[in-house]
């Protein structure tokens, strides 16, 4: 009788760990059923685009692309003009630092010509002259401007320009027998050739 009552109560608890076990299948799968259920709706409510939907969304790219890009546009026409403005007052103040420096040596030019309304005396004069001169040459060798040598030297079409050929023999050929108008150099760069005679 006990065994038999022992072997009720075992039945009893496999019945109900099944019973656990079967509710819990059945939980996991109406959970599963919901989800799924859940992702069909979701699906169903992104719907794709249509093509006037994707031609709307274009064109507002695009709208927006114009935009950007003309202000790119305004923003380097600023820049350009702006630079254009600093590079001319660079200029401007770089003539005005060179016209200041050769007003003295106009007003050497005119004690010099005052001097010439006083006096006859030509040496002082002379030398007077040569003083200007000298000072005018030292300010320009200040600017890095050198005359172009010519004595002696071999015609060079890169510093000099043959105005004219002259026969003077073997040893004078291809070389600079006169110079009629000085070359200037500014550094390394020609800013006037010297004009030559050639011998031939």
Aim: proline share 2%.
């Amino acid at each position: 009788m006990a065994k038999d009552k022992k072997q009720n109560i075992d039945d009893k608890n496999l019945q109900e760990q099944v019973d656990e076990l079967l509710n819990e299948k059945s939980e996991v799968g109406d959970q599963k059923l919901e989800a799924s259920e859940q992702t069909e709706e979701t699906a169903d409510s992104v719907k794709p685009e249509s093509p006037e939907q994707q031609i709307e969304q274009l064109q507002k790219r695009v709208a927006e692309l114009e935009d950007i890009r003309l202000r790119q546009m305004a923003e380097f026409d600023n820049y350009r003009r702006r630079t254009n403005k600093e590079k001319l007052e660079l200029m401007d103040t770089a003539a005005e630092k060179l016209l200041v420096e050769i007003l003295p040596l106009v007003d050497d030019f005119e004690r010099a010509r005052q001097a010439m309304a006083k006096t006859d005396d030509i040496n002082s004069l002379r030398e007077g002259i040569d003083l200007i001169y000298n000072k005018f040459i030292a300010w320009l060798d200040k600017q890095d401007v050198h005359a172009i040598d010519t004595t002696d030297a071999e015609f060079n079409t890169d510093e000099h320009e043959a105005i004219t050929t002259f026969a003077a023999g073997e040893d004078k050929k291809g070389k600079i027998i006169d110079c009629t108008q000085r070359g200037y150099k500014h550094g390394e760069h020609v800013i006037r050739f010297a004009k030559v005679v050639v011998g031939e």
